[in-house]
């Protein structure tokens, strides 16, 4: 039986102004273009939450929204796209270029800071981890390299937490077996192994905020994040992360992204930069 459509809600210019405004100045997220997106992706979430229209949803989110509301409405607006190995471009250089420097300056204490912002599911740092354990092999024991790996929605933290993924088919054949966990009784969906797992700290986290970890980062992942950003909001976060990173550290964002012409940062490759 076919699934009945659900007619979709207008949001007037005042709505749509509030939502939009509110979503820009908390999570720094632009909507200005995107009003057909908010109708189609959030009419089902007002009429579940038992709203007419637009405006009583939008009075709710801006007066009484709960975090869980906030997910809800960001994971409709948003999209949470990622997977193993993307971009190998830029692992290629971190194995070959970073990775040999930063662990030159951390010869003697032995200890990198590495953050993964907006990861997502957890592909990204779960997979720094692999080129990490690949490039030190036997010393990695003699490291620590615990990453921190952020994101806004509990939802993809969830996911990212339990580690459990359909594999690629280029998956390079001693990652599965090193690093993932083969399925119980077959199947294609792999765990991450207990080593890979344990080196990854999910933790909650809004780009907006204030950057105040305990530690400076030698290498900041920032990727397919900013396209999401106007340009105050990205040139706001780009000064935010060039001063939570050391001097001499690293900002990799995605081939489709750029920094503002006025940056700080120094651009070593198509999209990695130095501090």
């Not at 929204?65 to 948003?78: A, F, P, Q, R």
């Not at 993809?156 to 690629?168: D, N, T």
């Amino acid at each position: 039986m076919a699934e009945k459509k659900i007619d979709e809600l207008l949001i007037s210019d005042a709505d749509f102004k509030r939502m939009v405004s509110y979503v820009q100045s908390n999570y720094g997220i632009d909507l200005h273009a995107k009003r057909q997106l908010i109708q189609s992706r959030l009419t089902a979430t007002v009429k579940n939450k038992g709203f007419q229209d637009f405006k009583g949803y939008v009075d709710y989110l801006l007066t009484k929204g709960t975090g869980d509301d906030i997910n809800e409405l960001l994971g409709k607006l948003t999209t949470n796209y990622t997977y193993f190995q993307r971009e190998t471009e830029s692992f290629d250089y971190f194995v070959k270029k970073i990775l040999p420097d930063i662990t030159q300056k951390h010869a003697k204490n032995k200890t990198l800071s590495i953050w993964s912002a907006a990861c997502s599911s957890g592909e990204e740092p779960y997979n720094v981890t692999m080129y990490m354990m690949d490039y030190f092999g036997k010393q990695w024991s003699a490291w620590d390299a615990r990453m921190l790996a952020t994101d806004l929605s509990l939802d993809v933290l969830s996911k990212a937490k339990r580690g459990v993924y359909q594999l690629p088919d280029n998956m390079p054949a001693h990652w599965k077996r090193e690093y993932f966990k083969a399925p119980a009784g077959g199947g294609n969906r792999y765990e991450i192994s207990p080593k890979v797992k344990s080196n990854v700290i999910f933790r909650q986290f809004n780009l907006m905020d204030p950057i105040q970890f305990k530690r400076k980062f030698d290498v900041i992942f920032c990727r397919n994040v900013m396209i999401y950003f106007d340009m105050p909001t990205k040139t706001a976060l780009i000064n935010r992360l060039y001063d939570a990173t050391v001097p001499g550290g690293y900002l990799i964002i995605s081939l489709s992204e750029n920094l503002p012409p006025d940056t700080r940062w120094k651009r070593i490759n198509s999209a990695i930069f130095q501090k």
